[in-house]
């Protein structure tokens, strides 16, 4: 994987801490959560995929919450987050694993806008669609996948939803992007609350109400807000206690090796067609970071030879 730099080759400066998702337990041990900062994730991928800012809203959201979904993860689990819509959108995927590792892309890149955008409501740009969540556990035999048809076009919500329908958990989330006044990502992060079997069900929907007026967890980072402050001053009351914390970012796994194989796999013909006509050279592209691998005749010739 290549990470692309900005434009002017010099680091975004963020007035803000690193990335990490920080785990938590309050209300009595009695319901789970996780609080993001991915400001500089979401600030690579929009580098790495060339995205305008509806584009980064949509993907960042899928970003954040599937980093947020990952805090459960451990080992070599990893899970992955897809929607496929009627809208603009036409669909999202996204995977991130138990050690913060964070990928996907859009299905359809630059979203077409008709007309000036008044706001950032999304929904009207997935419209009707599915959301599903496949889970791959270290331990099971068969990766776990679930689809839910997707009731409010917000993927906070829809994620929410998802876990009431599939699992059965009431569960709340809130995903967060906050741009300045040029358009670029001050700060991105989200959280995540999820009941526990012995949870009182008065207390969830408290929390949950809490969740629903919370303010911009963006404008909090964006202001130098510590995550772990944000949780302490806004569910204070419910005695959060923190367990632990991670380092998340965008990564992929990608590399030259793995595209080249798929280049073996074609079907020769194709392979010597390409070896006569070119054009040179054939540019592969992971759809998960956009990193582009080059290949030349010389390269070709050589697979061609080994067939």
Do not use: W
Request: aromatic content about 8%; hydrophobic content about 40%.
């Amino acid at each position: 994987m290549e990470k692309k730099r900005p434009e002017n080759k010099q680091p975004v400066q963020l007035d803000i801490d690193d990335d990490g998702l920080h785990r938590f337990l309050m209300a009595g041990d009695t319901i789970f959560g996780a609080v993001l900062n991915g400001s500089r994730m979401i600030n690579q991928m929009r580098r790495n995929h060339e995205l305008g800012i509806l584009e980064t809203l949509a993907l960042g959201h899928a970003y954040l919450g599937a980093c947020l979904m990952s805090a459960g993860l451990k080992g070599k689990d990893h899970l992955g987050l897809q929607v496929d819509c009627s809208g603009p959108i036409r669909g999202l995927a996204v995977e991130a694993n138990a050690t913060g590792d964070v990928r996907g892309f859009l299905k359809n890149v630059p979203i077409p806008v008709d007309k000036p955008l008044e706001d950032f409501n999304l929904a009207p740009f997935f419209g009707a669609g599915f959301l599903s969540v496949t889970r791959t556990l270290a331990d099971a035999k068969h990766p776990f996948t679930g689809k839910v048809m997707m009731a409010h076009g917000t993927l906070a919500k829809d994620l929410a939803h998802y876990y009431l329908t599939s699992e059965q958990i009431p569960t709340s989330f809130s995903l967060s992007i906050k741009f300045d006044g040029d358009g670029n990502v001050a700060a991105a992060g989200g959280l995540f609350l999820q009941a526990m079997p012995n949870a009182d069900g008065a207390v969830v929907r408290q929390v949950e109400d809490r969740v629903v007026a919370l303010p911009s967890i963006g404008s909090f980072l964006a202001h130098g807000t510590a995550p772990q402050e944000m949780v302490l001053s806004h569910m204070g009351d419910y005695s959060p206690r923190f367990i632990d914390q991670r380092k998340v970012g965008f990564f992929c796994h990608c590399n030259r090796d793995q595209i080249r194989n798929v280049l073996t796999l074609l079907p020769i013909g194709e392979l010597r067609d390409i070896q006569a006509k070119g054009p040179f050279p054939v540019e592969i592209r992971c759809h998960h970071c956009n990193t582009r691998y080059p290949f030349y005749r010389e390269h070709i010739d050589r697979i061609v030879a080994a067939r």
